[in-house]
Nanobody, 115 residues
Framework: QVQLVESGGGLVQAGGSLRLSCTAS????????MGWWRQAAGKERELVAS???????RYIDSVKGRFTISRDNAKNTVYLQMDSLKPEDTAVYYC?????????WGQGTLVTVSS
């Protein structure tokens, strides 16, 4: 069994920053790709960022230049550094990991950006 636990969400003013963390635990040998989905109220889910085990990163266009994804393989952890936050970034953020031949999601953490 694999679990992902997220932290770092909260309320921040427009232009501010937050750093999300997500740590995997349980029964697995290694984690392949990791990343972050988000879903705003009444909106479609979107893939924000992903990173391979070899640290190749991809981002949705709306966050390029503002968000940075990284990982620490020794800690089984993925991070999302979010800078220059905008109200439209407000959403529940869900981390994911590709492990044991499937995609596992975290519990979600709420990010609220006020103007």
């Amino acid at each position: 069994q694999v679990q992902l636990v997220e932290s770092g969400g909260g309320l921040v003013q427009a232009g501010g920053s937050l750093r999300l963390s997500c740590t995997a635990s349980g029964s697995f040998f290694r984690i392949d790709s990791m990343g972050w989905w988000r879903q705003a109220a009444g909106k479609e889910r979107e893939l924000v960022a992903s990173i391979t085990r070899g640290e190749t990163s991809r981002y949705i266009d709306s966050v390029k230049g503002r968000f940075t994804i990284s990982r620490d393989n020794a800690k089984n952890t993925v991070y999302l550094q979010m800078d220059s936050l905008k109200p439209e970034d407000t959403a529940v953020y869900y981390c994911f990991a590709h492990v044991n031949y499937r995609e596992v999601w975290g519990q979600g953490t709420l990010v609220t950006v006020s103007s």
